[in-house]
């Protein structure tokens, strides 16, 4: 029996960052919230942490050019 993988959004882990980055629940609280293991959690918070800077960098990736200004 296969089990195949799940995979998550950006969106989805953008807000799951967000919400451990506010210490509003423990990353227990968290895991349980979303379904998601709470190692899993935590590398996301990380990550948002460490490339957070990047968003106020000034500079635009390929994604971004694409999208209009309103």
């Known amino acids: 029996m296969n089990k195949k993988r799940r995979s998550f959004?950006?969106?989805f882990k953008a807000k799951v960052a967000?919400?451990?980055v506010k210490n509003l629940?423990?990353?227990?609280?968290?895991?349980?919230?979303h379904k998601v293991h709470p190692n899993q959690i935590s590398k996301w918070k990380k990550e948002l942490l460490a490339r957070a800077?990047?968003?106020?960098s000034g500079k635009k990736n390929a994604k971004n050019s694409?999208?209009?200004r309103g």
Do not use: V, Y
Not at 25 to 33: D, M, Q, W
Not at 53 to 56: A, D, T, Y
């Open 9 to 11: 959004t950006d969106k």
């Open 18 to 20: 967000i919400d451990a």
């Open 25 to 33: 629940k423990t990353p227990s609280e968290l895991a349980t919230e």
């Open 53 to 56: 800077s990047e968003i106020f």
């Open 66 to 68: 694409n999208r209009s």
